[in-house]
């Protein structure tokens, strides 16, 4: 059973360009939520999704967006990249009735 | 509003000795509690949770928990390290029903022989 898989692994980017991040959840799951990792910190909650719907979002701006689609599957998009978006983005996704999240590997983006 | 604050940045710990990592965190209603662990160029793997009844909670490893409500704590023990605990340790709440998990700062665990 695979577990929750991020794609790519690793991404360089220029400033002011988009990218888009994606994550297949883990088999049975259907919530997946998105986390931003500056390095030497914690991780940030983003936003999670459920359903195809964006459920709750935390403190970021609108230059970061997500979709879900029908397989649960996810993608993270963020627009006009900031060095300081330079982070490790983590997926975790979860069963709708359980407390445990899983936690793929990781996109590194790297803004030059 | 969750916060979780982790109180030692690194702790460094020789081999087969024992390590407590300390987290404490704010809530306003009833929290779930999680430790989680980063190795090295990876995401992060759940070592234990604390949903409800006994305060000790064991995980995987060999590490275990006890969530002291009056403290507001969830400080983490492993009785013997191994160079292999050697990563990065976080302690998390999540305090609201849609699952978001708030997040500590983390604590490097540097074990040496």
């Known amino acids: 059973d695979a577990g929750v898989t991020q794609s790519p692994t690793h991404l360089i980017k220029t400033r002011g360009q988009q990218v888009t991040l994606r994550c297949s959840p883990k088999?049975?799951?259907?919530?997946v939520s998105w986390y931003q990792q500056a390095l030497g910190q914690g991780p940030q909650f983003i936003f999670q999704y459920y359903e195809e719907e964006e459920r709750q979002r935390g403190n970021f701006p609108d230059r970061f967006s997500g979709h879900q689609f029908p397989n649960y599957s996810s993608e993270l998009n963020v627009n006009a990249l900031l060095l300081g978006d330079s982070a490790l983005y983590l997926c975790?996704?979860?069963?709708?009735?359980?407390?445990?999240?899983?936690f793929g590997p990781g996109t590194r983006l790297t803004v030059t | 509003a969750q916060s979780v604050t982790q109180l030692d940045s690194q702790v460094p710990v020789f081999e087969e000795a024992p390590v407590e990592l300390r987290c404490n965190y704010s809530?306003?209603?009833?929290?779930?509690l999680f430790w989680y662990v980063q190795y090295p160029n990876q995401g992060l793997q759940l070592l234990l949770k604390y949903l409800s009844g006994s305060t000790l909670v064991k995980g995987i490893n060999g590490f275990e928990a006890e969530f002291n409500k009056s403290q507001t704590s969830f400080h983490l023990r492993k009785p013997s390290v191994h160079i292999s605990d050697t990563a990065e340790y976080f302690c998390a709440v999540r305090g609201d029903s849609w699952g978001k998990l708030q997040f500590g700062a983390g604590t490097q665990v540097v074990v040496t022989p």
């Open positions: 809530s306003s209603v009833s929290v779930y």
């Open positions: 975790a996704s979860r069963a709708g009735g359980s407390h445990e999240q899983y």
């Open positions: 088999s049975g799951h259907d919530t």
